[in-house]
T-cell receptor, first 113, second 112 residues
Framework: TQLLEQSPQFLSIQEGENLTVYCNSSSVFSSLQWYRQEPGEGPVLLVTVVTGGEVKKLKRLTFQFGDARKDSSLHITAAQPGDTGLYLC?????????????FGKGTHLIIQP | NAGVTQTPKFQVLKTGQSMTLQCAQDMNHNSMYWYRQDPGMGLRLIYYSASEGTTDKGEVPNGYNVSRLNKREFSLRLESAAPSQTSVYFCASNQGLREKLFFGSGTQLSVL
């Protein structure tokens, strides 16, 4: 069974600060998806990375897939209250879960004004 | 576009009661899923349907049954609800395994 460990579990910072959250595994994934979930809603896909070393930017969010495709990070620059939410990573791979995707438990992020 | 629609939004059951959660998608997706989300446990797959006419167990299938009624609809049934099934349930769909998932807005279920 492939496991994805997300850290930190909880993070509360002030508006304007920078932060990084991590998604780590001992297994190789063919792709890595990042989702954001707001209270009372389902997760929404932010980005998919598929190539080792790949970096994708989405406005103030920067996503990186590790060279060995075992880990990923999400960096937020100048965090805004609108960034508050639960961030989930999900790995896809030939040895993944029954549905081909393995989810991490998530990072709860709170950005205080 | 509606995307993935789940009903009901909230439900309270007594132990032993039965109910069916409904899910429909209008994106012509092949695959549909049911997840439960519990504090500290993340998203756990209950059942999935890779294509119309097929269903398979996920990580936590005990106490649940599913029906892929047609390409659009995938229902989840609790035959005899237990307090351990108190959770938030999400339906999701995608074009195929490991593709981008589209989630419904969830059903908050409490079993007393």
């Amino acid at each position: 069974t492939q496991l994805l460990e997300q850290s930190p579990q909880f993070l509360s910072i002030q508006e304007g600060e920078n932060l990084t959250v991590y998604c780590n595994s001992s297994s190789v994934f063919s792709s890595l998806q990042w989702y954001r979930q707001e209270p009372g809603e389902g997760p929404v896909l932010l980005v998919t990375v598929v190539t080792g070393g790949e970096v994708k930017k989405l406005k103030r969010l920067t996503f990186q897939f590790g060279d060995a495709r075992k880990d990923s990070s999400l960096h937020i620059t100048a965090a805004q209250p609108g960034d508050t939410g639960l961030y989930l990573c999900a790995g896809g791979g030939s040895g993944g879960g029954a549905d081909g995707l393995t989810f991490g438990k998530g990072t709860h992020l709170i950005i205080q004004p | 576009n509606a995307g993935v629609t789940q009903t009901p939004k909230f439900q309270v059951l007594k132990t032993g009661q039965s109910m069916t959660l409904q899910c429909a998608q209008d994106m012509n997706h092949n695959s549909m899923y049911w997840y439960r989300q519990d504090p500290g446990m993340g998203l756990r797959l209950i059942y999935y349907s890779a294509s119309e006419g097929t269903t398979d167990k996920g990580e936590v299938p005990n106490g649940y049954n599913v029906s892929r009624l047609n390409k659009r609809e995938f229902s989840l049934r609790l035959e005899s609800a237990a307090p351990s099934q108190t959770s938030v349930y999400f339906c999701a769909s995608n074009q195929g395994l490991r593709e981008k998932l589209f989630f419904g807005s969830g059903t908050q279920l409490s079993v007393l």
